[in-house]
Each structure stands twice: as structure tokens, then as C-alpha cells.
């Protein structure tokens, strides 16, 4: 099958690969790339747990197509930790026990980040609705919760 | 964080290092970080992928199968049938020796539920395993099904599973497990009250986000390592030596990191498959369940049917317990045989009931095998009796948690299978349930103890 080449930047790094048209962003990521912190729980869209951060975006990366991410700045959850330090979201969810099985965390931490990015200071109610597309089933969702909240306090004071 | 040390004070050592105190999980790190790796995270050059062709009837003999087209469709590697299985028919069970093996890896012959694999597809892709497993071509002579347990327990009603022979699990105490303790009709004789009352439920499915899998890699030495998201690393690494019939030492299991278990993925059945896939290719194979097939083909827990008949005194003491409990295996035993027989020296519940009679039946339908799930067993016996508790406890016009607490189990108690209660913290906890739920109850319950003689 003809391949096509794509080119982005992952977690501040160039990528280059030539991928099968069609090939997912998860299965390009983790296969070809070798970045396996987005995971495919249900490769239709409903899980969340593939989520990652595509210019400043929240996507789904189990349906986006990797061709359609030429020149895009892909984040992940394994390019949070600058240094070896934790990112304070890493931080939180770590002090605030919101990991289980761990299977959705990733995405959940992709998720909460792109809504601090936006909303510093977010409400419960913020944290809820951006988290709603994200399933832990482990049904850890009240520590997840406080974890955010806790990252958002720790960030704004950082900043004061 | 509250530890509430004013219980079992005068039984308990106080030096607690570690009870008590918050200790962070060594595997967070791995979590947050995104480093952790699932079976799935192993990728290895060359890896094929395995589909399988499943039974679209719930109940049929197989009259024919033909891979011919399957096997000349671009990326095919290896078609493989109930044949080239070593040992095609096991049981996972058959380690405590609960036998007979009654399930094939491959359908060979029959299949017994919509779903049951038939044939499994090797290919360069996923897409080429699927598109090939479409080409496959069964022929099926479809056989009468039945869906529901008193059915499958009738005269003349279809036999699931030749292995058994009959629809039900032959216990070697016979048809079902029976606990017998006292005289439960000179109880039911002695009661104020008789409640009989029948509770359901139907399966349901783990849902783990990680579905189940495992990447099998061949080893230049002629072993297999198989990453894997079991739950019961020791019980697969076991049945697969036996259904692949090779030694143990040519199997390497690695594994312990489950995205979501639940009792879900302690069956055997991706792995055998796969290894012999990596074994007859010689090269790595990646067997991993779609989100539609953890949802269908995963084991659920049982569904369940639980008959309880209850004579109880006006004072609040129950004195007679009669229970049938029914255990949907679906069409195979898995872990089924085990789940029933714990619903038998549980239905009691947590009570001191002098006449006790309980029959279990671990029956077989065509339905999807049924197995572990979070207290299987016990779970669907505890919705059922605690809503007894309740209905008995309104009955009698008593307050529903002091009528649990005249009648909960207490150290020194005999329990009705014969086991001596040692540790029971019940009274204790229904105490602390009582304050933390604002929920009163009179003085003298707040005075009882588990272990205490005479309070």
C-alpha cells in the first residue's frame, strides 16, 4: 500500500515518518513513533483515554487521521515532565491518589492540562465538563477532581 | 483520612507502623508519567496480528470449514482450526482438578454460543486478519438454543455441553451444592412469619478501558514470551503449557499491569491461541479484543436466580433459611462451578440462623460463558439478601439495621457450612454506620460486641 509522508512536532521535537494513508494518529504515535502514553481503549471515539493535545486542541487521537497533522505541535501526556520534574498536574494526581489501573490517566492529564491552559482558575463544575470525555472506569473521578483543582491552586500561587 | 481506634481497642496492639498512614502507590509514577507499560506498549518488527472468526448462532453443529479463500487474501499469513490445537478441549479449572475440560479453544464440530471462536486469522495487518476472517466460510447446521436456566433444567431441553451431558454442573455431591445445618421445616413450623420471595439478575460486563490481550514474542531459544493483561498470570501460563502442550519452562509470562480487571480477564483465552500463532509462524502475534468484542465475547458475571424462603420470629430472630440459588454458566464452566459453590456457604449472610437449607445449581445454557467477576458468587446474594433483611425487617415492623444487628454473626458462632466465625467485625461496623449515617438505633445494640462474651 502506497505510504505517505508526515511531519510534526511531538512534545517539542521534529517527527518524520512515512505512514499507510489512513493510519490513525494513536497508531502512528505509538507504533511508528514510539510514544505509547496515549491509549486505544476503544478506538471509536468514547473513551477519551487517546487523548492528546494537537495545537493548544483537545483531540481524540484514535480518529484523527495522522496525515491531517502535517506541521501541527502534538502534546502528550509522556512530554509533560520538564527535567525529570513533574509537571504540577503529574504532581497532583500522584499526592491526590487519582491513578488506578492508570489505563485513562494519560488522557485525563491531557485533558485537564488543556483546560488550565485556558481556565486557571477553573470551578469544580469547569473540571467536570472538561473531563466528561474522559471514562476512568475504575470510577476514581472525585480524587481525579481534586487533583486538578489541587494542580490549578498550585499553579496560581506559583504565579503570585 | 479517620482511623477509629476506640474499636477492638482492648484486642489490638496500638504500635501501628503502616495501618493508618497514607503510603503512596509504587506504580503512580508510572501512571502520571505515561511510562507504564500495558501489554499492548510491546511492539515488535514483523508482528502479525490475529482476528477471529466467531459463531454468529448460539447453538449449531459445524457441518464444514473452508479457509481456502481466507488463506489467498493478501497479508495472510496462517489460517488456523480446531486441528492444529494441541489440545483443543480444556477447562481452566482442571489445575484444583474441577473437571471435565469441556470448552474448545477452537470450535470443532459444534458451537454452543453466538460469539465462540472457530477459526483464527494470522496477517501483516489488522485490517488484512479482518478482511480475510470475513472470506472464511463456515458451514452450520443450526441446533435448538435455550436462554434460560429453569428451561435448561427441564426434561427434554437441549444439551448445551456433551462434556457434561447434562445442563447442569455434577457436583460430587450431586445436581447441585447443598449446605444442610439443623432442621429448617421444624424452623419454618416454629416462625411468626414465612417470606419467600424470588430475586434476578443478568449478566453484566466488566467494561475495562484496556480491553483484553496479549503480543506474543518467539525467543531465539524456542521460548514465548507473552506480555499479557491477565489477572491470573500463573493459572494462563499453566493451561496454556497444557492446551499447547508444551513444557512450562518454553513459556515466559510477563504481566501484572491490567488497565482494568474486575474479575474480567482471569480466563484463559487469548493466550494459547497467540503463542501457538507465534509458534507455527515463527514470528510475534498481537491477539488483541476490539472494544465490540470485550463488550460480547469477555466472560460477564453470571446471571443469577435466587429463590430465599425465610421463617423469622416476631422478636426479630430469623429461624429458618431456605435458599436455591442458580448460577448461569452460559455455555461453559470457566469459573462458574467455583461461584455457585460460594454462593452456597454464603447465603446465610452474615447471620446466625440455626436451620439452614441450601441448594446450588451451576447451570449451562447457550448463552455467553460466564466468569469472575468482583465476589462472584456473593455479590448478587448479598443484593438478594439484604433486601430479604429489609422486606423481613418491614414485615415484622422492626427498625431494618437493629433487626441485622439481633440477628449478625458473632465469634464463637457456628456458620451453617460448618466454619466456627472468627473475626467478625460486623457489629461493630453496623455501629460505626449508625453514627456516621445519623441512623439510631437503641442503646443496647451500641452495647454489643463481635467478641465479647456476654455484651
Redesign the interface.
Known amino acids: 500500500m502506497a505510504k505517505v509522508p508526515v511531519q510534526f512536532t511531538l512534545n517539542g521535537s521534529e517527527k518524520a515518518e512515512f505512514i499507510e494513508s489512513g493510519t490513525t494518529l494513536l497508531n502512528a504515535l505509538r507504533d511508528k513513533i514510539g510514544d505509547t502514553s496515549p491509549k486505544g481503549g476503544c478506538h471509536q471515539g468514547t473513551c477519551g483515554a487517546c487523548s492528546v493535545i494537537i495545537d493548544g486542541e483537545l483531540r481524540l487521537s484514535c480518529l484523527t487521521l495522522a496525515e491531517t497533522c502535517n506541521g501541527a505541535d502534538i502534546k502528550t501526556t509522556a512530554g509533560l515532565a520538564e527535567g525529570g520534574v513533574l509537571h504540577p498536574l503529574q504532581r497532583a494526581f500522584l499526592d491526590a491518589f487519582a491513578t488506578q489501573c492508570g489505563f485513562c490517566t494519560p488522557g485525563m492529564i491531557t485533558a485537564a492540562k488543556v483546560l488550565l491552559d485556558r481556565t486557571p482558575n477553573p470551578s469544580r463544575e469547569d473540571v467536570v465538563e472538561a473531563l466528561s470525555g474522559n471514562i476512568c472506569r475504575c470510577t476514581g473521578y472525585e480524587p481525579i477532581i481534586q487533583a486538578v483543582l489541587t494542580a490549578a491552586r498550585a499553579n496560581s500561587q506559583n504565579a503570585a | 483520612m479517620e482511623l477509629r481506634k476506640d474499636y477492638f481497642a482492648d484486642v489490638r496492639k496500638d504500635g501501628l507502623n503502616e495501618i493508618g498512614q497514607?503510603r503512596?502507590?509504587l506504580?503512580?509514577?508510572?501512571?502520571?508519567?505515561?511510562?507504564?507499560?500495558?501489554f499492548?506498549?510491546r511492539?515488535f518488527p514483523g508482528m502479525l496480528h490475529l482476528k477471529m472468526v466467531r459463531s454468529p448462532h448460539h447453538h449449531a453443529r459445524i457441518r464444514s470449514i473452508d479457509t481456502s479463500e481466507a488463506e489467498k487474501h493478501p497479508g495472510v499469513v496462517r489460517v488456523l482450526t480446531a486441528r492444529d490445537v494441541p489440545h483443543n478441549v480444556y477447562t481452566i479449572l482442571i489445575l484444583i482438578q474441577v473437571g471435565p475440560e469441556d470448552e474448545t479453544v477452537l470450535a470443532d464440530g459444534k458451537v454452543r454460543w453466538k460469539g465462540e471462536a472457530v477459526v483464527a486469522v494470522l496477517a501483516e495487518t489488522e485490517r488484512a486478519a479482518q478482511e480475510a476472517a470475513a472470506k472464511v466460510k463456515v458451514d452450520y447446521e443450526v441446533l435448538p438454543a435455550v436462554f434460560d436456566m429453569e428451561e435448561a433444567l427441564k426434561p427434554g431441553a437441549p444439551v448445551v455441553n456433551e462434556y457434561h451431558g447434562q445442563n447442569y454442573y455434577l457436583y460430587d455431591s450431586g445436581e447441585c451444592r447443598k449446605v444442610r445445618f439443623g432442621d429448617v421445616e421444624a424452623g419454618f413450623a416454629q416462625a411468626d412469619h414465612i417470606l419467600e420471595q424470588s430475586y434476578q439478575s443478568s449478566p453484566i460486563e466488566h467494561?475495562?478501558?484496556?480491553?483484553t490481550g496479549c503480543v506474543v514474542a518467539p525467543e531465539g531459544n524456542d521460548r514465548f514470551t507473552c506480555y499479557t493483561n491477565t489477572q491470573a498470570m500463573f493459572f494462563t501460563l499453566d493451561n496454556a503449557s497444557i492446551i499447547l502442550q508444551m513444557p512450562g519452562s518454553k513459556l515466559h509470562f510477563v504481566g501484572g499491569?491490567?488497565?482494568?480487571?474486575?474479575g474480567g480477564k482471569v480466563d484463559v483465552i487469548v493466550e494459547p491461541i497467540a503463542i501457538l500463532g507465534a509458534k507455527l509462524t515463527g514470528r510475534p502475534v498481537s491477539f488483541v479484543y476490539?472494544?465490540e468484542e470485550e463488550m460480547q465475547i469477555s466472560s460477564p458475571r453470571a446471571a443469577e436466580k435466587i429463590v430465599i424462603k425465610d421463617g423469622v420470629m416476631k422478636d426479630g430472630r430469623i429461624v429458618a433459611r431456605k435458599v436455591t440459588g442458580y448460577t448461569d454458566a452460559g455455555a461453559y464452566s470457566r469459573h462458574s462451578p467455583y461461584g455457585a459453590q460460594k454462593g452456597a456457604a454464603h447465603y446465610p449472610g452474615p447471620y446466625t440462623i440455626s436451620n439452614v437449607w441450601i441448594d446450588t445449581y451451576c447451570v449451562y445454557t447457550n448463552r455467553t460463558p460466564s466468569s469472575a467477576m468482583r465476589g462472584f458468587g456473593v455479590t448478587i446474594g448479598d443484593f438478594a439478601l439484604e433486601v430479604q433483611m429489609d422486606k423481613l425487617a418491614r414485615l415484622i415492623g422492626m427498625d431494618p439495621l437493629e433487626f441485622r444487628f439481633i440477628n449478625a454473626y458473632r465469634d464463637g458462632d457456628m456458620k451453617a457450612h460448618r466454619q466456627p466465625t472468627e473475626g467478625a467485625a460486623l457489629i461493630e461496623c453496623m455501629q460505626e454506620a449508625s453514627r456516621a449515617a445519623n441512623w439510631p438505633v437503641a442503646e443496647k445494640y451500641m452495647a454489643m460486641s463481635s467478641y465479647r462474651k456476654g455484651a
Open positions: 497514607p503512596p502507590r506504580d503512580s509514577p508510572g501512571h502520571v508519567t505515561g511510562k507504564t507499560a500495558y499492548a506498549d511492539n467494561a475495562p478501558t484496556e480491553t499491569t491490567v488497565g482494568g480487571g474486575f476490539s472494544r
